[in-house]
């Protein structure tokens, strides 16, 4: 049998996140963002589930070709572009939408024999300083892209905001500013928020908004669960008690005896480590849920399993369910607790790990 550890998705907690954005935003159209397999939530059931989402964003053609395998009809976006000409056949077989970033990937699809328009987005590196074209070429560039037979009359003009999760920080508004420059004089629609602008900075909320992060309930503001903001979380993460033991006071738990028993207690013992993708750093106190009442763990979250304090849980017996998150326990709780973030504990979920799919309308 397997070890019991599962990830339960919300398809109910998608739909509604997905209507929740409509309602923040809602002269905007959505593209739904499903890249790193949907968050690690599954890009099939992923986008199945947000089938009333205007287009989805992918980072490569690969995830392309799942969702047109998969029958889905969508306006599909490549987020990263083409790699090398040869992709460009690929893109047309597939009907994907691409973006352009730089100038050579011009040069390729003015190089190419074929002549059916291609939909593209114009990235302009407004101070995010990764992916974009500068500010002072676009202009050229986009005279460029219209004049070519190869591509779509309307080109859609979007850029990337690098502190969105930072209310107070300046930033959000120069890189608007910078926008606006750059597309001075330019007509098409245009698409700027993320996820943390959509709900922060509404001058952001162009054509189309870009949501990934409140799409599966993931907070992408500091300091704020996505609650906070009506979100629902998409995942449950939850395993077994395989044992209880009990501990004098004084002994050690676990590898470099990191935490020691303050008093004669009951141990509890998780089927869930870091080969199930809950991370190492977790410390003791790291907080998880026995019966809907927290307990903490203690000493080191170890390859298969992790160990808890029972104290408090004098009912908790071997096969009882442990919530590592999800309803209730915010993952950001777990992600403030190691040191990193939401989004990369959903995304590196493993693959022992069982998915199952929850389709009532909503988490509890």
Not at 69 to 86: F, K, M
Not at 264 to 280: E, K, L
Not at 312 to 317: I, N
Request: include cysteine; charged fraction near 20%.
């Amino acid at each position: 049998m397997s070890r019991n550890a599962t990830a339960t998705i919300h398809l109910g907690a998608l739909r509604a996140n997905l209507r929740r954005i409509r309602q923040i935003a809602p002269r905007s159209r959505v593209m739904a963002v499903v890249k790193a397999d949907g968050y690690g939530h599954g890009l099939e059931r992923v986008v199945r589930a947000l089938g009333d989402a205007d287009a989805f964003g992918v980072a490569s053609i690969a995830d392309g070709q799942r969702l047109r395998a998969a029958g889905v009809g969508h306006r599909i976006v490549v987020l990263s572009g083409i790699d090398e000409p040869g992709d460009l056949a690929e893109v047309r077989r597939l009907a994907l939408d691409i973006v352009v970033h730089h100038a050579a990937q011009v040069a390729w699809i003015a190089a190419d024999l074929d002549r059916r328009p291609l939909r593209v987005w114009l990235k302009i590196d407004t101070g995010m300083h990764r992916l974009g074209v500068a500010p002072d070429a676009v202009a050229a560039l986009h005279a460029r892209l219209l004049a070519l037979p190869q591509v779509d009359r309307e080109i859609v003009l979007m850029s990337h905001l690098a502190s969105s999760d930072e209310p107070a920080s300046p930033k959000t508004g120069i890189q608007l500013h910078q926008f606006a420059l750059a597309t001075r004089g330019i007509a098409g629609p245009a698409s700027i928020a993320n996820s943390a602008a959509i709900s922060g900075f509404p001058d952001a909320q162009r054509d189309w908004v870009r949501a990934g992060g409140w799409l599966y309930g993931l907070s992408v503001v500091d300091g704020k669960s996505a609650a906070d903001f009506g979100f629902q979380p998409a995942m449950s993460l939850d395993s077994k008690l395989v044992a209880i033991n009990r501990v004098a006071k004084g002994e050690a738990i676990g590898y470099g005896e990191t935490w020691r028993c303050p008093e004669d207690m009951d141990i509890g013992v998780v089927a869930m480590g870091y080969g199930d993708g809950y991370p190492r750093s977790a410390p003791s106190g790291t907080p998880v849920l026995l019966h809907g009442r927290r307990a903490g763990i203690v000493g080191r979250v170890s390859m298969d399993l992790m160990t808890i304090d029972l104290r408090g849980h004098p009912q908790a017996r071997i096969n009882d369910r442990v919530l590592l998150w999800g309803p209730g326990l915010p993952v950001e709780r777990l992600a403030d607790a190691a040191g990193t973030i939401s989004y990369e504990l959903t995304c590196g979920i493993t693959r022992r790990v069982m998915f199952l799919e929850d389709d009532s309308n909503g988490t509890t």
